[in-house]
Structure formats: structure tokens, C-alpha cells
């Protein structure tokens, strides 16, 4: 299996070396050459098996022979041994024909341990392999950056430094980050919102000479492995309500569009998805694209569901690739104008976008609105972000197709937010219960690329 970059101009790299690079050497993102599919047999099939079972065969064709059977399958086990629910990615019912995906079992509470966990259970087979070190650099509003410290810390051939826009994470994120004791960790508060962090680690990934000094990787969500471990729940949810003999759609309270991106490729591969509604907060940029076809950036305005906040979408060049027929020139283009200011997407891949995507927004009135309605209606006590879902998810659903919302985070992760407009406080589970006792340990910095780069050539070992 070969990747290829979005815009068409940088190296054909094999599942492994896509997975250590993270960004493409043109700027665009991997993307395998060609996508997989399954049968509808091979979908029944997966009716009953475990989490780890339809993990292994889902994602088995995508990796190649970067790993044999055997080893896969010990990663995949690692991967998912610290979630705490048998099922890994449960189901829960709230009205009828509308669905919860939990994702927030993991050791950080949110669905991007699906995604890191694995990713880190990879590169340490890779590099025990290799006998390289890298030194893995990352942006997060908040979700990211904890799970990439607990999937990383103590491993042998890694430092990993995340940078976090500066007050603007919850406390439990920042506390999630901060508390790891173990030294090949570092979490860097920068002087600026999340954008800005992401616009630093790319261009940290666009100065070549400290990349390759550095052993530079990336484990943002354009990394090609954590869109390839998300596309694994979209499989087993919509086989729990009857797929391949029956459609279902999803919400997906979005962000960079990795998580609905994968929900994309699951389609891609055969399952029979409707619908994929992009749910976004007041920063609606994906959603104003989807709806008027431009997308003109215009600051970000915090809001209680932080890992949203977002103008710039990087997944959503995946998206694009595919909608304009995966010509790499054409993104290279946009991608240009967006630097520029923004850009028109054309007609013709507006309607591609559209036959697969749907849109909605939800304000902050509305999230806290939903976060007090779902639990009195329901019982289930959700955090913003999947409050976000459910809300825009009850706006678009037909009775005809189960709706699948995926519940991004634990409640207890935003706990202020969800006490606010729930009068109800969210517990963390219990192992984890001792978090604010733990002292933390963040190193904060302005917002400027050298500053950057130097404290990391002085942390990392020589
Ligand atoms: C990251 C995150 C999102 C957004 O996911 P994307 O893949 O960036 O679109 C939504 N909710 C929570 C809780 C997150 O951590």
C-alpha cells in the first residue's frame, strides 16, 4: 500500500514512513494511493466480533507489510487494554432512531486516545525496530496534546512537545498534560489560540534543516494512522444497528475534520453510511462552507467546547482532494489562496462535498440548552462537544435512518461547563480521581518559531 500527498508534489511513501512524517514535504497530507474496500460479507461478518477483532480487519489491508499478522494484532491489543469499557466504543440509545457513540473510555476521556494509543503502540514497534529516535512535536486545543503525553510517556525512542494555546484548556486537559512525570514529555503553553499553535508545528515541519535535525514527527490528526484507527468505530457502530442490510448516519462534532474524515473513508470502503453531518460550535467556518462554498478564516471565538475552536480545518484538504477528484494541482491552489485569505470551493466539488456531507451549527445557548434537555430527557449527562452533536444531529435526523451521534469527551473532562448548565457535577472515574492533587510541570512560550525550535534542540538528548 502506497500514500500519496494531497497536493500531488512531495515522496510515495509506504504505510510506516507516513505514519513517522505525519505532514507531506509539499505541505498536504497522506492519503493512501488507493482505498480498500469490503464486501458486504465481509461487513456481516464482523456482527459480534470483538473491538480488537474488527480493528485488526478493518485496518489490516491499509498497513501493508509494515507489520506481520502477529504483531499487528499485539498492537492492537496494547492499544485498547487501558480503555475502560469491554466494548471500547459503546452504544447508547436516547430517543428513538438517535444514538450515542461513546468515545471517552480511553485514558484521557476523549476519542483521540483511539487514534494516539495505537499511534504510540506503532511507533514503538517501528523504532525498536529501526533503532531511531524522533522527536514528535504536536498542536492541540486540548484533547490531542493529553492523549499524545499519555500515550508517549516513558516510551524509549521519543520525546514528545505539545504546544497548547495559553488558558485556553480546560483544567483537566491542562492537568492531563502537565502531571506526567516522566521526562521525555514536555508541555509548552503558547502565547497565542490554537491556530497558532498548529500554524507553528507546521512551520516547524516546514523548516527542513532543524526536521531532519531533530528527527522531526508529527501526531496531529493529519497523521494517516489516527484517521485509520477512527475509521474502525464508524464500522462497528453501524454493524450494532444492522449494517450492511441497513443505512445508518452519523453526527460528528467537528473540529479539524479528522474524526468525520474517517467516517468518509468507512464509507469509501463500502459501509453504507446516508448521511455525515459536520456539527461545529459558533465557529462555524466548515459549516459556512458547506453551505455558501466560501471558506474565508475569521478568528476564532473561545467557546465552552474548546476543541472546536477552530478557523483553519486541516483534514478538510483530505476532503477536498477527493471532491476535486483527487487532482493535487487544484489543492495546492486553494491551499495557496487560503494562505492569501481564503477560498471559493468550485461548483462541481461542492456537489461531491454535498453528496456525502451535511451540515449544522450549534451555539452556546443551544449546548448548554442540550447538555440540561438530554439529561432530563435522557439520563446521559453530555459533554459540550457532543452536546454540539446532538443538538445539530435532532435538527437534521429523518425517521427513516438511525442517527449515530459520537460523543467526543467524558463529561468530567469540562466539568465547570457541564455543572453550569446541567446543576449537575460530572465525577472523574475513578482512576483517575486523584488528578488535582498531582503538581504539574509546563513550560510557557511566545508565540514566535526560534524561541520554539531552541527549547526543543535544548530539551531532546544528543
Ligand atoms: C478533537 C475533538 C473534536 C474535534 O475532532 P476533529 O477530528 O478535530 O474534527 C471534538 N470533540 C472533542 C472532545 C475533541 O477532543
Known amino acids: 500500500m502506497k500514500y500519496i500527498s494531497t497536493r500531488g508534489n512531495a515522496p510515495v511513501l509506504s504505510f ?5 512524517t505525519g505532514l507531506a514535504r509539499d505541505g498536504g497530507l497522506y492519503l ?9 460479507d465481509d461487513i456481516k461478518a464482523l456482527h459480534g466480533v470483538s473491538y480488537e ?16 499478522d502477529d504483531e499487528f494484532r499485539t498492537i492492537i491489543a496494547r492499544t485498547y487494554a487501558g480503555f475502560g469499557h469491554a466494548a471500547r466504543a459503546p452504544l447508547k440509545q436516547l430517543d428513538a432512531g438517535h444514538f450515542l457513540l461513546e468515545l471517552f473510555h480511553g485514558p484521557t476521556l476523549a476519542f483521540k486516545d483511539f487514534a494516539m494509543q495505537l499511534i504510540g503502540q506503532l511507533f514503538e514497534a517501528s523504532l525498536k525496530r529501526s533503532g531511531d529516535r524522533v522527536c514528535i512535536v504536536g498542536a492541540t486545543s486540548g484533547d490531542t496534546g493529553s492523549a499524545a503525553i499519555e500515550a508517549f510517556r516513558g516510551l524509549d525512542k521519543v520525546d514528545v512537545f505539545i504546544l497548547y494555546p495559553h488558558g485556553r484548556v480546560s483544567e483537566v486537559q491542562r492537568r492531563q498534560m502537565t502531571t506526567p512525570v516522566e521526562d521525555n514529555v514536555h508541555a509548552i503553553a503558547l502565547d497565542g489560540d490554537f491556530d497558532a499553535c498548529q500554524a507553528r508545528v507546521k512551520d516547524m515541519f516546514n523548516d527542513f534543516e532543524f526536521r531532519d535535525a531533530v528527527g522531526l514527527a508529527g501526531v496531529n490528526s493529519i497523521n494517516w494512522a489516527r484517521v485509520l484507527a477512527q475509521v474502525v468505530y464508524y464500522f462497528t457502530a453501524a454493524v450494532s444497528l444492522g449494517a450492511p442490510e441497513r443505512k445508518v448516519s452519523f453526527t460528528v462534532p ?13 464509507k469509501r470502503m463500502g459501509l453504507p453510511i446516508d448521511w455525515l453531518i459536520v456539527a461545529t460550535n459558533q465557529n462555524d467556518i466548515l459549516h459556512r462552507c458547506l453551505t455558501t462554498s466560501e471558506y474565508k478564516p475569521d478568528g476564532v471565538i473561545p467557546s465552552i467546547s474548546p476543541s472546536m475552536d477552530i478557523q483553519v480545518s486541516s483534514n478538510f484538504e483530505r476532503a477536498l482532494y477527493y471532491a476535486y477528484d483527487q487532482d493535487g494541482a487544484a489543492v495546492a491552489q486553494l491551499m495557496d489562496e487560503l494562505k492569501a485569505g481564503g477560498f471559493s470551493v468550485s461548483q462541481g466539488a461542492l456537489e461531491a462535498l454535498r453528496e456525502s456531507f451535511a451540515s ?9 440548552a442540550t447538555i440540561l434537555e438530554t439529561w432530563n430527557a435522557a439520563g446521559e449527562l453530555l459533554c459540550p462537544h457532543s452536546a454540539v452533536g446532538v443538538k445539530v444531529a435532532e435538527e437534521m435526523r429523518d ?32 482512576r483517575m480521581a486523584d488528578l488535582y492533587e498531582r503538581s504539574e510541570r509546563v513550560t510557557r512560550v511566545e508565540n514566535d518559531l526560534a524561541a520554539i525550535e531552541t527549547l526543543i534542540k535544548d530539551r531532546i538528548p544528543n
Do not use: W
Request: negative net charge; aromatic residues 8%.
Open 16 to 20: 510506516e514512513e507516513a505514519m513517522l
Open 53 to 68: 477483532e474488527a480493528a485488526f480487519r478493518i485496518m489490516r489491508p491499509f498497513i501493508g507489510d509494515a507489520f506481520t
Open 254 to 266: 467537528t473540529g479539524n475534520f479528522g474524526d468525520i474524515f474517517a467516517g468518509y473513508i468507512a
Open 32 to 40: 493512501p494511493e488507493s482505498i480498500p474496500t469490503l464486501t458486504a
Open 399 to 430: 425517521a427513516a435512518t438511525p442517527m449515530i451521534t459520537l460523543a467526543t469527551a467524558h463529561p468530567a473532562k469540562f466539568p465547570a461547563a457541564v455543572e453550569k448548565a446541567s446543576g449537575q457535577h460530572p465525577p472523574l472515574p475513578d
Open 360 to 368: 449544522g451549527r450549534c451555539d452556546e445557548d443551544e449546548t448548554r
